[in-house]
């Protein structure tokens, strides 16, 4: 599976932003996806995931309230609505899928086999 991030940004704080994640190379139903995020010197961080069938969508406690996640099969793409986005939300985000569907847990980097190469979103205070 092959990925391409799109949508970061510069956004005050209260703002809102989305980002997208384009998939191809499988079909796009037979994986979970998710969202990641990494802060200069911090390890990468869950943000969001949604099950292969769009049925289930879990969040970090960070985010929840304030972010939805969503996939769009017609046009093969994840998407990450954020808003009243805050100053600590500033992180490269990363989208990933989990192509194996091994039954790990969907907030563990480690689950995931394939990784877009990150869209830097930047809340100014």
């Known amino acids: 599976v092959q990925l391409q991030a799109s949508g970061g940004g510069l956004v005050q704080t209260g703002g809102s932003l989305r980002l997208s994640c384009r998939a191809s190379g499988r079909t796009f139903g037979n994986y979970n996806m998710a969202w990641f995020r990494q802060a200069l010197g911090k390890e990468r961080e869950f943000v969001a995931a949604i099950s292969w069938s769009g049925g289930s969508t879990y969040y970090g406690n960070p985010v929840k309230g304030r972010f939805t996640i969503s996939r769009n099969y017609g046009m093969n793409t994840l998407n990450l609505e954020m808003s009243s986005l805050k100053p600590e939300d500033t992180a490269v985000y990363y989208c990933?899928?989990?192509?194996?569907?091994?039954?790990?847990?969907?907030?563990?980097?480690?689950?995931?086999?394939?990784w877009g190469q990150g869209t830097q979103v930047t809340v100014s205070s």
């Open positions: 990933a899928a989990d192509a194996l569907l091994r039954g790990g847990s969907l907030s563990s980097p480690s689950t995931f086999t394939s």
